[in-house]
T-cell receptor, first 115, second 116 residues
Framework: AQKITQTQPGMFVQEKEAVTLDCTYD???????LFWYKQPSSGEMIFLIY??????QNATEGRYSLNFQKARKSANLVISASQLGDSAMYFC????????????FGKGTLLTVNP | DTGVSQNPRHKITKRGQNVTFRCDPI?????LYWYRQTLGQGPEFLTY????????KSRLLSDRFSAERPKGSFSTLEIQRTEQGDSAMYLC??????????????FGPGTRLTVL
């Protein structure tokens, strides 16, 4: 069974600094996809970035990048130049290639950006 | 471009009552998903539709829960005889259905259910 672990319940960062949110995963399927979502206090889950298990390069989307270390089974999210609007819950999620519908989520990390 | 919409956004009900939630996916998205999120947890998968066919149901979905997606468009999630443990955020998501792990799910704003 697949599992996602986010060990940081909360993180603080100063505005304009970079922050790394940790995510480790466990799966026996060689084909899988890793996702990061942002959930502001309003409740909507906003898709940020995707990394496939066979992708050779780390994914990047604007200020978001994914530090993918396959051997260590980690997929950490890096947010550069933090903004006040980045304050939110962040969830790491995985989908196995064999069951390409269900997302398995971690418990999330609450990021607070200080001015 | 409209995203996934859900109605109502909030629902307060008394224990034992039935409730129904609606989800309208992004147009042309073939797949539709329901998740439940309780306080302090990540979303948990409930069920999934490919067009109008319900292809998977989680064990979390007891007999009191039923979901439909008539004609492969909007979906409804009904909870009968609600219990206090049903209090949660119910999230709907949709995706194109590309058949690969890249098939990104886009979520709606959720319906927050409170059972008194």
């Amino acid at each position: 069974a697949q599992k996602i672990t986010q060990t940081q319940p909360g993180m603080f960062v100063q505005e304009k600094e970079a922050v790394t949110l940790d995510c480790t995963y466990d799966t026996s399927d060689p084909s899988y996809g890793l996702f990061w979502y942002k959930q502001p206090s309003s409740g909507e889950m906003i898709f940020l970035i995707y990394q496939g298990s066979y992708d050779q390069q780390n994914a990047t989307e604007g200020r978001y990048s994914l530090n993918f270390q396959k051997a260590r089974k980690s997929a950490n999210l890096v947010i550069s130049a933090s903004q006040l609007g980045d304050s939110a819950m962040y969830f790491c999620a995985m989908r196995n290639g064999g069951s390409n519908y269900k997302l398995t989520f971690g418990k999330g990390t609450l990021l607070t950006v200080n001015p | 471009d409209t995203g996934v919409s859900q109605n109502p956004r909030h629902k307060i009900t008394k224990r034992g009552q039935n409730v129904t939630f609606r989800c309208d996916p992004i147009s042309e998205h073939n797949r539709l998903y329901w998740y439940r999120q309780t306080l302090g947890q990540g979303p948990e998968f409930l069920t999934y539709f490919q067009n109008e066919a319900q292809l998977e149901k989680s064990r979390l979905l007891s007999d009191r829960f039923s979901a439909e997606r008539p004609k492969g468009s909007f979906s409804t999630l009904e909870i009968q005889r609600t219990e206090q443990g049903d209090s949660a955020m119910y999230l709907c998501a949709s995706s194109l259905g590309q058949g690969t792990s890249t098939d990104t799910q886009y979520f709606g704003p959720g319906t927050r259910l409170t059972v008194l």
